[in-house]
């Protein structure tokens, strides 16, 4: 679960959740603000959970020995700043100050490379579930953060920004009840608020 002591530090570092550094990151373009999340989903193995094996994927240690699909990517580098597990908790990946690769090859209203301006938050789950409430207070409570820390003016969905490729959050991501939680305007949700 979340903790009251969460803090984003100067350093682009979550206080109060696990950090395990990923080195799939690197260096954000000079001179861009950082003002779009993107949420994710992810599970693996596909519609497994509590595994231990996302920490592993983002940080290269993947076993393709350990499951058919695993052989598939366990060379592919990716990461994301955050991971909220099905219990709440986050752990954080990859300073916020610097560039996660978790979006690819995306467009924002017609900025391209989204992950040189945005905040990737992954969370525990798939495409045909529901995800828990403890998750929507984690995500609520690092947007809240983030947005102390950043110029946040917008919320999507990797589905959002790459339509087409990806599926992410999924059908079974309430976005309604994630804009009630936020109390944020729906400008900042606008994919939501307009339609794809």
């Known amino acids: 679960m979340v903790g009251d002591d969460m803090a984003l530090d100067a350093r682009g570092w979550m206080r109060g959740v696990r950090h395990v550094p990923s080195p799939n990151c690197d260096a954000r373009p000079p001179g861009i603000a950082v003002d779009l999340v993107v949420l994710h989903n992810i599970s693996l193995p596909p519609g497994e959970f509590g595994t231990g094996d996302i920490a592993a994927f983002f940080t290269n240690r993947l076993d393709p020995q350990r499951h058919p699909f695993f052989e598939t990517i366990h060379q592919v580098q990716v990461s994301a700043h955050f991971l909220v597990e099905r219990s709440g908790a986050i752990v954080q990946f990859v300073s916020c100050a610097e560039r996660a690769w978790h979006a690819g090859a995306s467009d924002f209203f017609g900025r391209t490379r989204c992950n040189d301006f945005s905040i990737g938050i992954e969370i525990?789950?798939?495409?045909?579930r529901p995800?828990?409430?403890a998750q929507y207070h984690a995500v609520c409570s690092l947007l809240s953060e983030l947005a102390g820390g950043y110029p946040i003016r917008a919320v999507a969905?990797?589905?959002?920004?790459?339509p087409g490729r990806k599926?992410?959050?999924g059908p079974y991501f309430d976005w309604p009840?994630?804009?009630?939680m936020s109390?944020?305007?729906a400008e900042r949700f606008p994919?939501?608020?307009?339609?794809?």
């Open 131 to 133: 995800f828990e409430p």
């Open 124 to 128: 525990e789950g798939c495409d045909d």
């Open 167 to 169: 599926t992410d959050p």
């Open 157 to 162: 969905g990797h589905s959002d920004i790459a």
């Open 183 to 185: 109390a944020w305007p």
């Open 191 to 196: 994919y939501q608020r307009w339609g794809k």
């Open 177 to 180: 009840r994630l804009m009630r």
